[in-house]
């Protein structure tokens, strides 16, 4: 059994598509992950300026879609974004497990206090040994 893992994937699709076409564009992409994953939530950002051109045009349409898959299904996704026509940019990246950042982050904070304590400490244990 495959083990599965959380992605993130925003696509920019180029504004000369029309919105029928963005919209055709994001039920595909939808349809797709459907397929193959299980799609988490959909957030359409909307128009947006670009930093800079990209094939000449100064704005993207945005959407972020959130999904659990099996590692090689954005290897897959990638290739198609590539291959149609009206995404100007994509990125797919694997999100960190949940559990894992809160383990990694509750334990610095639970160590500063602790630091500190014995440290205040230290001064009454060297009045006591006088």
Not at 44 to 56: D, H, P, T, V
Not at 65 to 75: D, G, I, L, Q, T
């Amino acid at each position: 059994m495959a083990l599965k893992a959380n992605y993130e994937t925003v696509m920019v699709f180029s504004m000369k598509q029309g919105e029928e076409g963005i919209q055709a564009l994001i039920e595909k992409f939808k349809a797709l992950i459907e397929k193959h994953a299980t799609l988490q939530s959909v957030d359409e950002w909307g128009k947006r300026k670009l930093a800079y051109l990209i094939n000449k045009e100064a704005e993207g349409y945005y959407v972020l879609m959130n999904f659990e898959s099996e590692a090689e299904f954005p290897a897959e996704l990638d290739r198609i974004y590539k291959i149609t026509d009206g995404v100007i940019r994509s990125l797919i990246i694997r999100k960190p497990e949940g559990s894992e950042v809160e383990a990694k982050e509750e334990p610095k904070a639970e160590e500063a206090p602790a630091e500190e304590a014995p440290a205040e400490e230290a001064p009454a244990a060297e009045e006591a040994a006088e």
